[in-house]
Every structure is written in structure tokens, then in C-alpha cells.
Nanobody
Framework: QVHLVESGGGLVQAGGSLRLSCADS????????MGWFRQAPGKEREFVAT????????YVADSVKGRFTISRDNTKNTVYLQMDSLKSEDTANYHC?????????????????WGQGTQVTVSS
């Protein structure tokens, strides 16, 4: 059973930082590629970042490159999204997702399990 729970969202001023966490209560975290997606009101879900099983490879969307960093701690069954230099356009509900695909995955259909999400609001 995979149960993903995000935390760390909140209200922050533009230029500020937040770190999101996603904890996996299952026993197979180390065998899953992980990703972060976001969805703003009235918009489609958008890929943000993905990280390989070992954590050795990552890929982030162009819209957040240089500002967001994805990482994971397999000893804690947790994946993180460090968000710096936040902009108002980063405002969205952020979801983590898990995939048994053994390479980086940028499409939502590659992911099997999803968390409920955590809201990030950036004020300008």
C-alpha cells in the first residue's frame, strides 16, 4: 500500500522560499521514481520535477529551473521540493506522485500514486 502525504505548503512573499516534503508510508519507496506536479485554479496539472530511484538523476521543468530543487532521502521514505525565489505564478496546489517506472517521468500518466496536495500561495 502506498500512501503519500505532502506538507510544507503555506503563504510566502514573492522572493521567499519554502520546502515541501512528501512522506511515503509504504515499504517500496526505494523502488519508485518520484515526482512533483502542481495545479493552479482553472489550469491543467503541470509537471514540476522528478527524481530517480537512487536520487542520482533529477529533472525539473524549465519554468522552475534554477529556482526549485528536488531531492529524496530513502532512509526516511521522503521526497523534497526546495523552492527558492518564489514568484506569484508559482501559486498552486502541489502534489507528489510515485511511479514504478525506472527512469525519470515527466507525464502524469506515468505515475500510479498521488498525494492529496499542499497549497502554496505566493503574494506579490
Amino acid at each position: 500500500q502506498v500512501h503519500l502525504v505532502e506538507s510544507g505548503g503555506g503563504l510566502v512573499q514573492a522572493g521567499g522560499s519554502l520546502r515541501l516534503s512528501c512522506a511515503d508510508s509504504g515499504r517500496t519507496f526505494r523502488s519508485k521514481t518520484m515526482g512533483w506536479f502542481r495545479q493552479a485554479p482553472g489550469k491543467e496539472r503541470e509537471f514540476v520535477a522528478t527524481i530517480s530511484i537512487s536520487g542520482g538523476s533529477t529533472y525539473v521543468a524549465d519554468s522552475v529551473k534554477g529556482r526549485f530543487t528536488i531531492s529524496r532521502d530513502n532512509t526516511k521514505n521522503t521526497v523534497y521540493l526546495q523552492m527558492d525565489s518564489l514568484k506569484s505564478e508559482d501559486t498552486a496546489n502541489y502534489h507528489c506522485a510515485a511511479s514504478y517506472q525506472h527512469n525519470l517521468a515527466t507525464r502524469s500518466e506515468n505515475y500510479t500514486y498521488w498525494g492529496q496536495g499542499t497549497q502554496v500561495t505566493v503574494s506579490s
